[in-house]
């Protein structure tokens, strides 16, 4: 069965700093994954979506990249911001048709 | 394009009662995925359905829960007979396809049972 695991569960930096969001899972036989960003009490919105057959994708100050065969992805932020802060989910897509998540990484960007 | 809409967004039942979520899939997509989230828990897959039909539903309790996605109107997650244990906030998300298709979510719809 898919474990996904995120480290940090939480991380407090000072706006304008670069950082880096980590996540883990145990079986690389999956179809994507996606991260996400859910602000409290509110729904998931879709950051970025890496196909397995992709190294990384980009959007705007973020980057998220993926190494199947060691069961890793990471979001990297730059140049972070107030806004940014949110909780951060990463999900992997399996032929299941359905996605696993991980427990988040809480991220707090102090002015 | 209206995302995904849930109502609720958040409703509250006695112990007994029984809950009705809705969710309209974003236009065009005709998959639709139900999710929960526990207090302080990830989010954990429920069921998958497309029009008319359960394709998965291995996340589902296996007594008191149901789905449905009609050939019309949106999809519906029951709860009979709630307890206190079904306080979390439920999700749905649609696609156009399965597999490697992006997954978008709603607003959530938030179950209180007291």
């Known amino acids: 069965k898919q474990e996904v695991t995120q480290i940090p569960a939480a991380l407090s930096v000072p706006e304008g700093e670069n950082l880096v969001l980590n996540c883990s899972f145990t079986?690389?036989?999956?179809?994507?994954l996606q991260w996400f960003r859910q602000d409290p009490g509110k729904g998931l919105t879709s950051l970025l979506l890496?196909?397995?057959?992709?190294r990384e994708q980009t959007s705007g100050r973020l980057n998220a990249s993926l190494d199947k065969s060691s069961g890793r992805s990471t979001l990297y932020i730059a140049a972070s911001q107030p806004g940014d802060s949110a909780t951060y989910l990463c999900?992997?897509?399996?032929?299941?048709?359905?996605?696993?998540f991980g427990t988040g990484t809480r991220l707090t960007v102090i002015p | 394009n209206a995302g995904v809409m849930q109502n609720p967004r958040h409703l509250v039942r006695r112990r007994g009662q029984e809950a009705r979520l809705r969710c309209s899939p974003m236009?065009?997509?005709?998959?639709v995925y139900w999710y929960r989230q526990l207090p302080e828990e990830g989010l954990k897959f429920m069921v998958y359905?497309?029009?008319?039909?359960?394709?998965?539903e291995s996340g589902m309790p296996k007594e008191r829960f149901s789905a449905e996605f009609p050939k019309e109107g949106p999809s519906i997650l029951r709860i009979q007979q709630v307890v206190r244990g079904d306080s979390a906030a439920y999700f749905c998300?649609?696609?156009?396809?399965?597999?490697?298709?992006?997954?978008?979510f709603g607003q959530g719809t938030r179950l209180t049972v007291v």
């Open positions: 998300a649609s696609s156009p396809g399965a597999g490697y298709t992006e997954a978008f």
């Open positions: 890496i196909q397995s057959s992709q």
């Open positions: 079986d690389s036989a999956i179809y994507n």
């Open positions: 359905l497309q029009k008319e039909n359960i394709i998965d």
């Open positions: 236009k065009g997509h005709s998959h």
């Open positions: 999900a992997v897509g399996t032929g299941a048709n359905n996605l696993f």
